[in-house]
């Protein structure tokens, strides 16, 4: 099943609802995002300021804009982009119970847009029925 996220440029979107939606019963889910500039992350979803701070590093780290890239056909964020993809992950494998993502307390799903401009991006969803039972309560 694919479908689409809506950016308004560079930060983190909770997508843990648009993937629930495509969810059914008790399975393994993977999620993969169809772009080189963009990944997916589980992270601490209760306190905001750990986005930010997400956000933070990887600016500092990984600057838009340094005269070392070579590869600026988009803008000076593209190159960046690609390497902020690279340290993160494309796809994630989460188990589900009765339609719903299984995580911890504190954690959420996270679409990473790397660009700083608006995207649309894909994200694929794939359910792999659940050969063995899986547990009953998430763990914190």
Same mark, same amino acid.
């Given at each position: 099943?694919?479908?689409?996220? *809506?950016?308004?440029? #560079?930060?983190?979107?909770?997508?843990?609802?648009?993937?629930?939606? #495509?969810? =059914?019963? !008790?399975?393994?889910?993977?999620? +993969?995002?169809?772009?080189?500039?963009?990944?997916?992350?589980?992270?601490?979803?209760?306190?905001?300021?750990?986005?930010?701070?997400?956000? *933070?590093?990887?600016? %500092? %780290?990984?600057?838009?804009? !340094?005269?070392?890239?070579? =590869?600026? !056909?988009?803008?000076? !964020?593209?190159?960046?982009?690609?390497?902020?993809?690279?340290?993160? *992950?494309?796809?994630?494998?989460?188990?589900? #119970?009765?339609?719903?993502?299984?995580?911890?307390?504190? *954690?959420?799903?996270?679409?990473?847009?790397?660009?700083?401009?608006? %995207?649309?991006?894909?994200?694929?969803?794939?359910?792999?029925?659940?050969? +063995?039972?899986?547990?009953?309560?998430?763990?914190?």
């Amino acid at each position: 099943m694919e479908f689409t996220i *809506q950016t308004t440029g #560079r930060g983190l979107y909770d997508i843990r609802k648009e993937v629930e939606l #495509r969810v =059914h019963g !008790d399975c393994l889910v993977h999620v +993969f995002v169809l772009h080189t500039s963009a990944s997916l992350l589980i992270t601490e979803n209760a306190d905001p300021d750990v986005l930010l701070d997400l956000n *933070q590093w990887f600016e %500092h %780290h990984v600057p838009d804009g !340094d005269p070392s890239y070579r =590869h600026v !056909d988009e803008g000076p !964020d593209d190159m960046p982009s690609h390497i902020r993809a690279a340290l993160t *992950q494309p796809s994630l494998m989460l188990p589900a #119970r009765s339609g719903r993502l299984i995580l911890g307390t504190w *954690q959420g799903l996270y679409l990473f847009e790397h660009r700083s401009r608006p %995207h649309q991006r894909r994200l694929v969803v794939t359910l792999v029925p659940s050969v +063995f039972p899986l547990p009953t309560e998430s763990t914190p």
